[in-house]
């Protein structure tokens, strides 16, 4: 696909910001909005201050519209988990490089990803997996056991610095490590240990922790390691969570990656999932009902906000309204919680969402910051989660990469028409 035949029907339609969407199309059902922009200065700060590769989860949000604009602000490789995260990646963007991160994979998967789709970098944390992935690329290969596997061996590690767990899922401990790790040098043509620290490590020394337990690796298993991938986790910010820097964490990981005992040649890798699509869309939603402080509105736990709803995560959030009520400022604000548009008692985001005391049915609110792991989990329970998608022009609610990091604690609910 061209990419003009991607773009150009939406190049036609760059609206300023959701007051201006909602104000043109009052929008029946909820609103995604694109920041193309936002994205793509995501990732341009990644391939350019991470002191090494930077591969995109694609899990985070696999809409294919930010994939291209990932590619055209330089991420060439891509972290895929599934068969169908592979192939779509692959349509999407035929001539990037595909990871198959997941350390639990299907046979068939395998076979498919290395015959038809070019996949060559694979990760595991078992013998068993090993097995798997050996014997499905040499089925892919003629029967033969290919010579350009690069196999990553994901570690264990802690998420003690996380504000979402990934730690008691996959990864093998470091008693068993060595073993696996002699056993993957056998058959891999390149190397690799990867973890993850957790997703939103509000703390860099979660990955100097890591680290210092890939190196007890290395060390115990004396192999030559070709690739150290510290894997995802940058956080991104939202009400309640202001993290340190983006260089911060880059900083520590560098140095501490140079004192490891890898191989000359050895490359730095990370995969990236929420810090380069938070700020990719936000989502306008319309007040059904308002009791008390509790607000219908419609969309939910089963929409973009699964996360708001059953981590408790809180969004940034403003009152989209046609009157200047705020020009001064002083518009008194108090703590709202939402109930999605389903029959479900769980389809309810707890909060609380500091809207005005004012906000009254029929009202337009911004939900910010739902590029990652909001806009990609929508579902359609209970008949709802259509959506309409626009793209605006306008700063996400909060950015990493703005250089003003502003906090999104003390801005302003509520917007006036210009
Ligand atoms: C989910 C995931 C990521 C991305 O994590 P973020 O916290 O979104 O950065 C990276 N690597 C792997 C293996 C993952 O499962």
Same mark, same amino acid.
């Given at each position: 696909m061209s990419q003009l035949s991607v773009w150009g029907s939406l190049e036609l339609h760059i609206h300023p910001d959701a007051l201006a969407v909602a104000g043109a199309f009052a929008p029946d059902q909820p609103a995604i909005l694109n920041r193309p922009h936002a994205a793509a200065r995501a990732a341009r700060f990644f391939v350019e201050k991470f002191p090494g590769r930077s591969l995109y989860a694609v899990k985070a949000n696999p809409s294919p519209e930010l994939l291209r604009v990932l590619w055209d602000a330089g991420i060439t490789h891509y972290d895929v988990a599934s068969i169908a995260e592979v192939r779509m990646a692959r349509a999407a963007l035929p001539d990037a490089t595909l990871c198959f991160m997941h350390p639990v994979k299907t046979p068939s998967a395998i076979t498919e990803a290395y015959r038809d789709h070019g996949v060559r970098v694979f990760s595991l944390d078992s013998v068993e997996e090993l097995e798997k992935v050996r014997e499905a690329t040499t089925l892919a290969n003629n029967g033969v056991l290919p010579e350009d596997l690069t196999l990553c061996v994901r570690l264990r590690v !802690?998420?003690? /610095? &996380?504000?979402? &767990?990934? $730690?008691? +899922?996959? @990864?093998?401990?470091?008693? @068993?490590?060595?073993?696996?790790? #002699? $056993?993957?040098? #056998?058959? $891999?043509? !390149?190397? @690799?240990?990867?973890?993850?620290?957790? &997703? #939103? &490590?509000? !703390?860099?020394?979660?990955?100097?922790q890591a680290l210092e337990r890939v190196r007890a690796a290395i060390v115990d298993a004396s192999v030559t390691v070709d690739i150290i991938d510290v894997g995802g986790g940058f956080p991104s910010i939202y009400p309640g969570m202001e993290p340190p820097p983006l260089e911060d964490y880059f900083g520590?990981?560098?140095?501490? /990656?140079? !004192?490891?005992p890898v191989s000359y040649s050895a490359e730095l890798w990370c995969e990236p999932g929420r810090a380069l699509c938070a700020e990719y869309n936000s989502m306008i939603v319309r007040v059904e009902r308002r009791r008390g402080t509790e607000l219908y509105i419609n969309d939910g736990a089963y929409g973009a906000l699964f996360d708001a709803a059953h981590v408790g995560w809180r969004f940034p959030v403003r009152l989209l309204r046609e009157s200047a009520a705020n020009e001064d400022g002083d518009t008194e604000l108090e703590g709202f919680s939402f109930w999605g548009p389903t029959c479900d008692d769980m389809d309810r985001?707890? @909060?609380?969402?500091?809207?005005?005391?004012?906000? +009254?049915?029929g009202d337009f609110i911004e939900i910010g910051m739902l590029g990652a792991y909001g806009a990609a989990m929508k579902t359609a329970f209970n008949g709802f989660g259509a959506t309409d998608v626009y793209e605006v022009s306008d700063e996400p609610m909060a950015s990493q990469y703005r250089g003003d990091r502003r906090d999104p604690r003390v801005t302003d609910n509520v917007v006036s028409l210009r």
């Open positions: !802690s998420s003690e /610095y &996380s504000e979402l &767990s990934l $730690a008691s +899922k996959f @990864g093998c401990d470091l008693t @068993g490590a060595a073993e696996l790790l #002699q $056993a993957t040098r #056998q058959v $891999a043509d !390149s190397l @690799g240990i990867c973890f993850h620290v957790g &997703s #939103q &490590s509000m !703390s860099p020394h979660a990955y100097v520590v990981i560098d140095r501490t /990656y140079e !004192s490891l985001m707890e @909060g609380p969402f500091a809207l005005p005391t004012d906000i +009254k049915v």
